[in-house]
């Protein structure tokens, strides 16, 4: 077999964001564009000329369009730049959580992982890829700014030419000089969350009678939730539904909220609720926790697992610390401090918790976005808070409303909300963003919709284990009373420009406990359209989601 070394030239934009490089479908399918990416990455992180001789790399994406053949390509761009051995999930397939619990486990040189999480698949829908560390996390912008530098001098990639490889039954054969080892996209994983978790509580919970309904949205937890929901813990078959991943997630959107979600919604606010509902994105990191008759909010739900991660094994030492992105509410927090444990605020963004969470300083970390997870991977994982929740259930046999409303009458409730104003016009909103940032010395003192704003700022962290720091992570509006308003723009887009708006409201008085969060939150919402002029600059009188 014989290695093609291909002329080729820079594409523009090829910047990986948050979470990777993600663009629409078919540019990924543009002539040499993955393949360009791809020996990029090689280039950055392997050795001179992307150089990969005696690595590892664990290779799996979450079964969209696209997903097989980029595997073909990226399998023989590797025994071309001289890896020794690449896993790849079977059939393509692992989840980004269970890809980070590879990498850990068979301690490979990092990970490829194709996804566009919760972004549509298909032809016309979204593709990515991004790169992990050996730490089995998201890479640290220096690899990401590394890999982009590349992209834009590349001249030439190496690719072997060769037939394309079964990964269709688990095994080894040998490509060129590599090893190509298909494995089983649930094993590792389930052994992990097998050690975590108390199987055999949740077992009984499932024998006493107690119902889940569990929403794959046709996306990659389907196995995995069918494994380890039905198989190992004896949730009746069908407790887990779209179960099957299909390369368009059958036409749905699938990022687990409210509004994606509404089937499982409708079902768990409706006569026939089960006890329990959880549903989880496109690449398997993101999770919806439902009882009957209630939605838990991300933030609410990283605060009662943090106040009860005890009741797991895996936690039963206690926790280091707790992190949550800057947009998620501070409900975590309020617990940490009565746990005496610490308690950080990073920026938007799972990499960020990497370096905590090596250093030991956290245990659990969350988003507001539907991201939570723990120091088992270096990824977030949705199906783990799933188990960390049945865990929890299994231990306290309660109703989660009731688990829920005992948590705000100890703690107050953190009112709310996010609004998405999703494909606005580009330069108008970065233009609102950029006037916000220019008029925040004098907001301090000023009354909005009947509140004071307290203090102002555009976000800025230092990472107190690796001293790198990252600014304009989004601008912070406090209110005297109690109340939050957090404007930035999303960074895994790719159709002009989404603002999201984060409001929230602290309440502890035990007569308001029960109240409805767009009505709570109201006031907030009123005054962070005047500050920003929503309206008037995005021409949009309601954003396109609340979650
Ligand atoms: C979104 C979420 C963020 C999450 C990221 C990757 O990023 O808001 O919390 O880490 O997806 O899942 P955004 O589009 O806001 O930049
Ligand atoms: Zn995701």
Redesign the pocket.
């Known amino acids: 077999m014989s290695v093609n070394v291909v002329a080729t030239t820079p594409v523009e934009g090829q910047k990986p ?3 990777g490089l993600r663009k629409q479908t078919r540019v990924f399918m543009e002539p040499g564009y993955l393949e360009n990416f791809v020996q990029s990455i090689f280039d950055a992180v392997g050795g001179p000329g992307g150089d990969l001789t005696g690595k590892t790399l664990t290779l799996g994406g979450d079964g969209r369009y696209f997903n097989k053949r980029a595997i073909q390509t990226i399998v023989k761009m590797a025994a071309a730049n001289g890896a020794s051995r690449v896993l790849v999930g079977q059939n393509g397939i692992l989840s980004t959580p269970a890809a980070s619990a590879v990498i850990r486990a068979r301690r490979t040189d990092g990970g490829l992982i194709l996804s566009a ?2 972004n549509p698949g298909g032809a016309d829908g979204d593709f990515g890829l991004k790169y992990n560390i050996p730490a089995g996390g998201p890479a640290p912008e220096s690899v990401t700014e590394a890999i982009h530098k590349r992209t834009q001098e590349i001249t030439e990639y190496r690719v072997l030419e060769a037939g394309d490889v079964d990964i269709s039954t688990c095994g080894e054969s040998t490509l060129g000089g590599m090893t190509v080892e298909v494995i089983d996209p649930v094993a590792i994983y389930t052994e992990l969350m097998r050690e975590l978790f108390d199987f055999a509580a949740i077992r009984a919970l499932f024998a006493s009678g107690f119902t889940l309904r569990f929403d794959a949205m046709h996306a990659v937890t389907g196995p995995y939730a069918k494994a380890i929901l039905e198989g190992e813990l004896g949730a009746p078959e069908g407790s887990v539904m779209n179960a099957t991943p299909l390369p368009d997630f059958g036409g749905g959107h699938p990022d687990p909220n409210p509004v994606y979600a509404k089937e499982l919604m409708d079902l768990i606010m409706g006569p026939d609720a089960p006890d329990f509902a959880a549903a989880s ?1 496109g690449d398997g ?2 999770n919806m926790i439902l009882g009957r008759g209630v939605y838990v909010t991300p933030s609410d739900s990283l605060a009662v697992l943090t106040a009860n991660a005890q009741l797991a094994p895996g936690y039963k030492g206690g926790l280091a610390g707790v992190a949550r ?1 800057m ?2 509410s501070r409900a975590a927090d309020r617990v940490a401090e009565k746990l005496g444990i610490k308690a950080f605020e990073t920026p ?3 990499k960020f918790f990497g370096t905590l969470l090596d250093a030991g300083l956290v245990t659990l970390c969350g ?5 939570t997870g723990s120091n088992h991977v270096r990824e ?1 994982d949705g199906l783990w808070a799933v188990l960390l929740w049945l865990n929890i259930l299994a231990e306290r046999r309660q109703p989660v409303a009731e688990i829920l409303e005992a948590h705000w009458r100890d703690y107050g409730r953190d009112y709310y909300t ?1 609004h998405d104003y999703e494909g606005v016009d580009k330069a108008a909103a970065e233009a609102l963003m950029d006037d916000l940032r220019a008029g925040l010395g004098s907001l301090p003192g000023q009354s909005f919709a009947g509140l004071t704003v307290s203090a102002a700022d555009d976000f800025a962290y230092q990472d107190p284990v690796d001293g790198s720091t990252a600014r304009q992570q989004g601008i912070r509006i406090f209110f005297a009373e109690n109340a939050r308003a957090v404007f ?6 790719t159709v002009g420009a ?1 603002l ?1 708006v984060y409001l929230e409201r602290f309440v502890d008085d035990p007569a308001l406990l029960a109240g409805d969060p767009q009505e709570m939150l109201a006031e907030v919402i009123g005054a962070a359209g005047e500050i920003a002029q929503i309206g008037a600059r995005l021409g949009r009188d309601a954003p396109d989601v609340r979650t």
Do not use: F, I, M, Q
């Open positions: 964001g948050t979470s999480s919760h994105d990191d993101r992105s947009p998620t938007t963004g799972w988003e507001e976005s539907a991201g977030k996010r930035r723009l999303s960074g895994t887009g989404t999201r």
